[in-house]
């Protein structure tokens, strides 16, 4: 057993606890800070397997902390990426209605873009054809020029570099296991690690430490799986990103295409419910468990229909046909575009998606908890990977 202290210790190498790393690094130089991940690399869950985009802002409302952090964050991130070399493709998107009646969430997605200073136009049949001639809309559709895409996996690398050579300290293969107080916890491998302050960014496991801690005792994770269709590069012509009309009461944008930094046109994703939090392929990490305590709880919101679950379930589990996915994102562009050589499964992703268990209700916007000792960020979803920079400096005013 070995015993380790730090001023601050980071519970998950993702993209929010490697903000926070930086964020404490500009503002506390001198700070000892440890890092500690279960895997043997940093983003090896929704960090690195995440699309990549990077949003501009406009399908949140205003007083939202994502509204709050999107707009910077964009700003901020393009700006580390041309700093450092990294890959971006600053495709720009549209978002296209398939009927008259998906126009007035349109128009409400262009009002809550202008309340929260996103640079977002309305555009008419024949912009969008200029704009992007494989997408089709009916009367109008709404051009973002600052949504773009980056290689996740490259940014975390990045930043873990960035932090090792200001003295941050890496674990790998060593995980939390659990809390013995007086802000002491105990790893998988039996060491023990003492902090002044712990930050639990653990992604799907946030909620389970933040209960050893007395936080977060009103939810639970319920995991959904994210997987797209790609092709190879060049195979299918689309230069912009195309998204339909969301359901803004839902958390989830719906199948769009998005063109990706290597230039290979991905479309997805499924938001499929999964069985256990790490639930990637077949029976991979299977932890009987958190199966259990997962499918009672989608089975308690399969039954009450909690936030249309049971519509979603059966829309999503649909998604495992190649047809029906390309089925679904036909409307958006021409008849004569040829979608056939979307056939490339990516990388199954996990959204760790924060349910309250008195409401019923999945969490639409950051959550936070904690005290001068702990901090556990619950809730951080897609635009996550959009708002890092400037969520990780708001954690580390507020509350370290």
Known sequence: METHSCEYLIIGGGIIGLSIAKSLKEKKPNAEIIVLEKEPHVGAHASGRNSGVLHAGFYYTANSFKAKFSVEGNRRLTEYCREKGLKINNAGKVVVATNEKELETLYELKRRGDKNGVDVSLIDEEELKKLEPAAVSVKHALYSPSTSTIDPKEIVEQLQNDLEKQDVRFIFREGYKKYQGNNKIETNKGNIIQARKIINT?????????????????????????????????????????????????????????????????????????????????????????????????????????????????YEIRKYSRDYFIKLAKPMVREDLDLSSLRIKTEPGMRAQLLNKKTKELLQDFVIEGDDKSIHVLNAVSPALTACFPFADYIVKEYI
């Open 202 to 314: 653990a992604g799907l496991y946030a909620d389970k430490v933040a209960k050893d801690f007395g936080f977060g005792k009103d939810y639970t994770i319920i995991p959904f799986k994210g997987i797209y269709l790609k092709n190879k590069t060049s195979e299918l012509t689309i230069k912009k990103h195309i998204y339909p009309v969301p359901n803004i009461n839902n958390p989830f944008l719906g199948v769009h295409f998005t063109t990706a930094v290597d230039g290979a046109i991905k479309l997805g994703p499924t938001a499929i419910p999964a069985f256990w939090r790490e639930n990637y392929n077949g029976f991979d990490n299977f932890n009987a468990g958190e199966m259990i305590n997962i499918l009672s709880w989608e089975a308690n919101l399969f039954l009450s229909n909690s936030f249309g679950f049971r519509d979603l379930a059966f």
